[in-house]
């Protein structure tokens, strides 16, 4: 799937992302970097919220880069 593809390179390259997200019946756009990856659940910081959360990998309905790197 080329959501997980995108989601693997950008935890490998440490490059935030945006994200469009979908819970129950409300959609939004993060901005994000991966602090750690598993096969269904994504752990970022997420720079909207200034906090760190866990993202369902089945509920990201896509990904983008976006420009600069982290460390």
Same mark, same amino acid.
């Given at each position: ?10 935890? =490998? ?11 129950? %019946?409300?959609? %939004? ?28 990998? =089945?509920?990201?309905? %896509?990904?983008?880069?976006? %420009?600069?790197?982290?460390?």
């Amino acid at each position: 799937m080329m959501i997980d593809y995108l989601l693997r390179q950008a935890f =490998e390259q440490h490059t935030p992302i945006s994200i469009i997200y979908k819970k129950d %019946s409300t959609f %939004s756009q993060r901005r994000i970097k991966i602090i750690k990856l598993s096969q269904d659940t994504v752990w970022a910081y997420c720079y909207f919220r200034r906090d760190y959360r866990q993202f369902k990998i =089945e509920h990201i309905l %896509s990904v983008a880069k976006t %420009s600069g790197t982290y460390h």
